[in-house]
Every structure is written in C-alpha cells, then in structure tokens.
C-alpha cells in the first residue's frame, strides 16, 4: 500500500479527499474509493478511446486505399463505432453445438482482462497512474502472453478446423516473439536500471527512440506479431483462414475480441510511447495530451503498415523472427551492456555518443542479418519479349 | 514420448474468402502443408451450353456475358466470331476496331481485377484491391457508354457491334489512355519490387511449360512459362493482324511471372488502344442481316484470347434458328486441371496465392 500512496499520484489525491471525509477507524474505505474511481476513470476512457481508434482505423485506411470510409453514421460517420456497438450486441449468440461450451464462453474474457489490467501499471500523464509498479515492464510483456492462451482456448473451443489453424499459428508466434520483444527491453531496462514505467520515462533525458533504435525496431515488429497486426496477421489471416481463431463467434463474445485487439493497440502505443519517447513529457502541451498524441502516432504507423504491406507466410514469420530479430536484439544487448559498463553514470553528451553507437550498430545489422532472412531466388532473371511478326491464320 | 499426428482435412469453400466465387477445396494438410487436393466444381453450373440450344443465335450473346463476368466483351467477341464463322458473314471495318477497342479496355480490366484479388490473397489489406478497382471504374464507365451496360454487357453483334461509340466516348478514352499508364507504373512500383510481395510468389506454385502445354493450358498462365502463344498473334482475328504488339512471356513460371506476365499485358493492350484509337475508320458498325440469324447447316470454332487464355465456342447448325449444340472451351476450366500439380506439397498459404495466381472465374468454370 505504501508504494500506491508514493509521490503525488491521482490516487494519492483521491485517497487523501476520500480519507479526510471518512471517521477514524474507516481509513481502508479510502483505498477501495480511490482504487475504483481510477480504475472506473481508466476502462472508460480506454474503452471511449478504442473506439475513437477503431474510426481512426477505418478512416485513415479509407484515405490510404482511395476511398472514403465510414461517412454515414453522425457527421464524418464519427458514430459509427456506437452503431458497431449497437449491432453487436443485438446480434444472436451462437455457440455451435459441438463447441467445448465453458472454454468456447471463457475466451472472449480471458482475451480481454490483460489488455485492461496492462493499463494499470501505464502513466498517462504527469503523476497519473493507478500503481506505479516496481516489475512494471515484467508485468506488463507477462500479460501480453496471456492473450494467447485465449487465443488457444478459443480455437481449441470452437471445434473448427480453421480456428484450430489459427491458433496454432498463434502459439507458435508467441514462442518465436515473445523473446525478442523481451530482449530489447533489456538494453532500455539497463540504461534506466529500473522496470517501473514512471521510472522509465523519468529516466530518459533523451527519447530512447534515438538511443535504442534498433531496440525500437525489434519491439515494433515483434509486438505487431504479438498483437496479429498486418504483416504478421498470421492468426487470423483473413483470405486463408475465413477469421482464424473467431471464426465461430458472433455477438459480443466477438465484440470482445475486437475491442481487445483494437485495445490492444492502443496499449502497445502507450508502452511505447513511454519506453521510447518518453511517456508524457513534452512542451506547451498538458501531459495527457501529450501522451495521447504519441499513443495515436504508434496507432498512426499500425494502421500505415496495414494498409502498405502483404502477409508473410507462416515459416518466413518463423524465420523473420529466429534469424533476424532475435541476433538483432541480442547485438543491442551485448552492444548496451558495454556501454553502460563504460559510462555507468552517462552525461547526457556522453549519452549522445551512445546514440550514435547505436544507430550505427542497428544500420549493420540490419544490412547483415536482412540477407539472411531474404529468400531471393540464385538464378538469374530472364524475360523474354517477343516481338515476332504475326505468323497468320491458320 | 513420440508425439501422434494425423493430417487434417478441410474443406475450402464454398464460401470461403479467397476461392473467388463458389469453388470448394477438400484439402488435406500435414500441420501447414498440403498432402491432397480435391477440387469439387458445379456449385454455379447454370446449364448455359444448354439453354443456347433453345434461343436464337442473338439470344445466345446475354448468355455469353453470364460465363465470365469479368470479361464480358471477350466472351461476346468469341461468341459472334463462331457464328461469323458459321454464316460467312463479314463485319463492317469500323465494327471490328470498336470490337477491339471493347476487348482491350475488358483485358485491361480483367487483368486488373485478377491482379487486385491476387494481391488481396497475398494479405496485402485491400489497398492494391482498392487501387486497381479504381482504374477498372473507368473502364466500366467507357463500357457504360458504349452499350449502357457495365458488367453484362452484350455489345457485340453477329456482324459487328451493336451500335457506334457516342461522341463523348473518344475524348473519354483518350484521357484513360493518357492517364492508364501513369496508373500501371504506380502498381510496378508498389508491388513489383514489394519484399513481401516477392518473398511470397518467387518460386512458388511453379508450373513447367511441357506440363502446361500437355494440359491445354492457355493465355498468361502459359506465357509466363515462357512459351509465347497468343491466339492474337497465331491465329489473328478481327484486325488484330494489323495492330503492332509484343506477346510478354516470363521465364519462370511461379506465381510472380503470373502476376508480372499480366501487368505487362496491360501495357500492350493499352499500346493496341492507341492504335486503334488513331486508325480506326469511318463507316457502318454493323453488317446489314435479317432479324433472325439462320446459318447453312455445318459446324464452327470460334476462338479469341481472352484474358485468361483461350476462349472458344464450338458452334453445331443444324439449320434453324438456334444453335443445335453449343460448347464452351473455357480457359479457366481448362487452367485449372492443373491445381493438384499446382498445390501439392506447397503449404496453405499458398494455396490461396497459387490459386489467385491462376486467374478463374467461376461463372466460366461452370457455366
């Protein structure tokens, strides 16, 4: 409890105007009060905020493919999430007759309690967070893994063929991910020396998106695997496996999945966003602005590499992640472990220097280990034109 | 402890996403990869070749838009050069240029269309689907003034078409022309250098030339194996004989020489536009006949290259009004007998891939 009431939190505030209405004796109300209020506060402006992003998605996606999107519901279709919403809980619950029917039901809530409970530990803003937890980022890559049991369960569930498919693929994308995600949070977690995302961002005197790029490449590309963002859609894989593991839901056990997957963004931007640009800090701008505009700029460049790039293949997944991310973030590690065993205590001119080491380092490796992950053909290219005059009828 | 395993059967269709239109796959995979492949056809037979035999010889021309509805203009174009044949009748030069116009404009749509639903079986999000529909808008709006229709068209007619291009038919094609190929460019550039794109179709779902000639296989799916065979240039019809283009043929077989042989065509079939569109002549669109075709007693094939090989209908008279037999040689049927060759050992995400590479349309499967 003492760690909740640390600095000068919401929480804090809340607990102390709660504690100072309450009579002796009564003091444990506050903390029950204090808790709730932010956690009410949190999953409502997540839920209000997934759903901005979901019209967000729709909408820019529109732009990159030459069409409008969503214009009908409200003006600009900024209603169109409601109407969503609308219709999936409206809609008939099916659950097949031979399903698994506790686990089948379980899935959707097992695939959504992490991403919720992932927010506790985030910072929003200047002093804004409901526990400032000292394991935060173990915590946080911890519950991220848990969606893939429910990914499991759901597939396994459903007793259909394509959403077994899909979540075998998302077993094995765990496994192959899930290392290089926690590798390159190694060099940050060295450089700051702690794992509390407040300390984190405090600890950043400059963006580690400029001191750990290759770090940053490595998380992106393995947490869009992790989250079944395009490239690596591998799971639900829409013109192999109809929708992969939700193949069999409706209604709002599928709004459930969708929420999460689309919440699940928007949380991958916050830990970003403060892992690597620094959380909530910025000029001019109130703190929470701050942190949301960076939160929708990762959101921004999910839905960029959605509309740009095809899938990749199951095995070339694999591969991308085993021969090219993991030498990666292992070279990031050795690479800061000897800088900060050089500059324990790094100026931040000293840090600069770094930077550059670094950005340095990721462009070699890049370049080396691309070629291994290339499958390029070794005979050469041949194209023949004819241009031979027509031969005539026949 | 040996862990047991045992393949696993799915069934692909019909109403799956990526099997472009009513097509089932019973396929049987190991873990991800295909140990056989049962195509099932017939979901869309529709007894075409049969309901010919009951109308008259015009009649017949809606029904040939119904085979491959992507297509149109090519279906109608095999159709009426069949029953040229059977007749003996010769268009009028004008109606065989607007002919060809109509046939180039529906190759380029066709092309762009296989080329989009190939990339959206790759994964790529609808936008290169998006890009080229956008293009293929165009087309339809040119075909929408020249008959009125957009997808069942019917514009051509035993002895010509069915009637003259309206004024604002030319400076509407000269614009497309102008603007075609920046819009051809921009695909190569999103696509043909794409990492994930080449990754994916590179040496995948290779067909050998001998294995596709013996199976009859035609038009971009055997060109891309490098033999150069283009009905237009070996049997010529229409005025295809007097229009200057290079057959494209690619060296590899795979999945991207499918896709890259068809781009390419869109560049010649927009160099065949230009030329048409400078040399067309005046006159008459139509050969002058009675209302109702009635051909000699006798037979006849008539056969054109369609975007997705060769198209031909094989026309019995038996001197009435109707058609006592008709039949259909569809390219797509025929392209895909080699699917088993095609799929096997490859794993499922190819499937998808291979199979869009190939370019059916299942009206035309089953007629």
């Known amino acids: 409890m003492g760690e909740l009431l640390a600095g000068n939190s919401i929480y804090r505030n809340v607990y102390i105007w709660v504690e100072g209405l309450l009579p002796t004796g009564w003091q444990w109300v506050a903390y029950f009060v204090a808790g709730f209020t932010i956690m009410f506060l949190l999953l409502n402006a997540f839920l209000v905020l997934t759903m901005v992003y979901t019209y967000m998605e729709r909408r ?5 493919q030459g069409r409008l999107g969503p214009n009908r519901v409200g003006p600009f279709g900024i209603l169109q999430p409601v109407a969503d919403a609308i219709k999936l809980l409206t809609k008939e619950d099916i659950v097949p007759a031979v399903a698994d029917r506790w686990v089948f039901n379980l899935a959707p809530v097992v695939f959504f309690v992490p991403t919720v409970l992932v927010l506790g530990v985030v910072p929003f803003g200047q002093n804004s967070f409901l526990a400032d937890l000292n394991v935060g980022i173990l915590y946080v890559l911890a519950l991220s893994s848990v969606s893939t049991l429910a990914v499991f369960m759901a597939g396994w569930a459903s007793a259909n ?46 963006p580690f998106l400029l001191l750990q790029p290759l770090a940053f490449l490595v998380f992106l590309a393995g947490i869009s695997a992790e989250l079944n963002r ?30 999460a997957e689309f919440g699940n963004v928007l949380v991958a931007g916050a830990i970003m966003s403060v892992v690597f640009l620094k959380g909530w800090e910025g000029p001019v701008l109130p703190s929470h602005l701050w942190f949301l505009l960076k939160v929708f700029f990762f959101a921004f460049i ?30 990031n590690l050795v690479v800061t472990g000897a800088e900060v065993a050089v500059w324990p ?50 | 402890m040996p862990l047991r395993t045992e393949p696993i059967t799915i069934n692909l269709g019909p109403q799956h996403p990526s099997t472009h239109g009513v097509f089932r796959l019973r396929v049987t995979f190991d873990g991800e990869v295909i140990q056989d492949v049962e195509p099932v056809f017939g979901y869309l037979h529709r007894g075409s070749e049969k309901l010919a035999e009951e109308r008259t010889y015009t009649q017949v021309i809606t029904l040939t838009d119904r085979l491959d509805y992507v297509a149109s203009m090519t279906s109608n174009q095999a159709y009426v050069i069949a029953c040229e044949k059977l007749t003996g009748i010769h268009p009028p030069e004008r109606g065989l240029y607007l002919r060809v116009i109509a046939a180039e404009l529906q190759r380029v749509a066709s092309h762009l269309v296989a080329i989009g639903f190939f990339l959206q079986d790759l994964g790529a999000f609808a936008t290169p689907l998006m890009y080229c529909f956008r293009e293929r808008e165009r087309i339809l709006d040119l075909f929408e003034m020249l008959c009125g229709a957009r997808i069942t068209l019917s514009y051509m007619r035993i002895g010509g078409v069915f009637q003259d291009a309206p004024e604002e038919f030319w400076p509407a094609l ?23 794109v080449v990754a994916r179709t590179r040496g995948i779902g290779v067909l050998p030339a001998d ?8 038009g971009p799916v055997l060109r891309a194996s490098g033999v150069a065979w283009d009905l237009r240039k070996k049997d010529p019809y229409d005025v295809y004989d007097r229009l200057e283009f290079d057959v494209v043929t690619a060296s590899r077989s795979d999945n991207y020489d499918r896709y890259y042989v068809r781009l390419q065509e869109i560049r010649q079939a927009l160099r065949i536009l230009e030329q048409c569109y400078r040399d067309i002549p005046e006159g008459p669109v139509r050969a002058t006949l009675s209302n109702l075709v ?52 490859w794993k499922l995400a190819d499937l998808v891939v291979s199979f869009g590479s190939i370019d059916i349309n299942m009206g035309e499967v089953d007629r």
């Open chain 1, 161 to 206: 063929r394509f959403a077994l498919f899909g979540s075998m693929r998302a077993v094995a994308t765990l496994i192959s991910y899930e290392l290089p995600v926690l590798l390159s949070m190694g060099g940050v977690l060295m450089l700051v020396g702690s794992m509390s995302l407040v300390r984190i961002v405090e600890g950043q005197r400059i």
């Open chain 1, 345 to 394: 205590e790094a100026t931040t001119a000293q840090l600069w220097v770094m930077a550059v080491i670094n950005w340095v380092v990721a462009i070699v490796g890049v370049v080396v280990f691309s070629r291994l992950v290339r499958q390029r053909p070794t005979q050469p290219e041949v194209r023949v034109f004819s241009s031979a005059a027509p031969s005539g009828a026949r």
């Open chain 2, 211 to 218: 294995l596709l000639i013996n199976a009859s296989a035609t």
């Open chain 2, 294 to 345: 009635r051909p000699p007693v006798g037979e006849a094939y008539g056969r054109v290259e369609s975007p997705k090989g060769e198209l031909g209908y094989y026309l019995v008279s038996d001197g009435s009004i109707s058609p006592y037999r008709c039949r259909v040689r569809s390219p797509s049927l025929i392209n895909l007998t080699l699917l088993r060759e095609l799929l096997m050992g």
């Open chain 1, 302 to 331: 999910f839905v960029w590499v959605r509309a740009t790039l095809p899938r990749l293949r199951i095995d070339q997944m694999m591969g991308f992640a085993w021969k090219f991310l993991f030498p990666l973030s292992l070279v």
């Open chain 1, 230 to 259: 395009a490239p690596f859609d591998m799971v639900e894989a829409e013109s192999e496996l109809v929708s992969g593991f939700n193949t069999e839901y409706s209604g709002m056990k599928y709004g459930l999945f969708a929420l």
């Open chain 2, 174 to 196: 000269r614009r497309f022309l102008d603007e075609m190929p920046g819009y051809a460019d921009e695909l190569d550039a999103l696509l043909s250098e794409n990492e994930v």
């Open chain 1, 60 to 64: 820019v996606l529109g732009r990159f």
